[in-house]
């Protein structure tokens, strides 16, 4: 088992955010995070500290993104893609419909702000599917180049 990663290699600002349900990046500023934040905003805010983007989509619409994000295969998951977790199809609803967004940051380690812990947590791909809400790796999605470029990783729509 590898040694239990530290949030201590985070920026400050992402170290201590509380999980807010309702702050979502529909319903705040990007990036504002001293008042809470969900998942999504929390990962979108990461990311823009890192100079990546991503419109303030909700998870089912990041899903469905072949605008400012790709698809990639799980085998070719790079640091700051996003992951999309799940407990599986719901019927009646859209594929990525509340999905959790998590940020690959290296191998094994996932960061992500959730209910359960209510602060930032790096787990690991197991932590994941241990647990029935988030035991599905839906998919992962990159950022494209803000410059219209497409990633050399790209594959096709949601593969």
Not at 65 to 86: G, I, K, N, W, Y
Request: proline share 9%; hydrophobic share 40%; with cysteine.
């Amino acid at each position: 088992m590898p040694e239990e990663p530290s949030l201590a290699v985070l920026p400050a600002c992402f170290r201590d955010v509380r999980y807010v349900y309702a702050r979502h990046p529909q319903a705040v500023a990007a990036g504002e995070l001293s008042a809470g934040a969900n998942c999504q905003l929390y990962a979108y805010a990461y990311l823009a500290h890192h100079g990546l983007y991503v419109p303030p989509l909700r998870s089912s619409e990041l899903w469905a993104d072949d605008d400012a994000t790709v698809t990639v295969s799980v085998a070719r998951t790079a640091p700051l893609d996003l992951l999309l977790f799940d407990g599986g199809p719901r019927p009646g609803r859209d594929e990525g419909y509340a999905a959790h967004v998590a940020i690959h940051l290296g191998p094994d380690r996932v960061l992500h702000l959730c209910r359960e812990v209510g602060v930032p947590a790096i787990w690991a791909y197991a932590d994941f599917a241990a647990r029935p809400r988030y035991a599905r790796l839906l998919g992962v999605k990159r950022c494209r180049p803000r410059s219209g470029g497409q990633p050399a990783e790209q594959i096709g729509p949601h593969s």
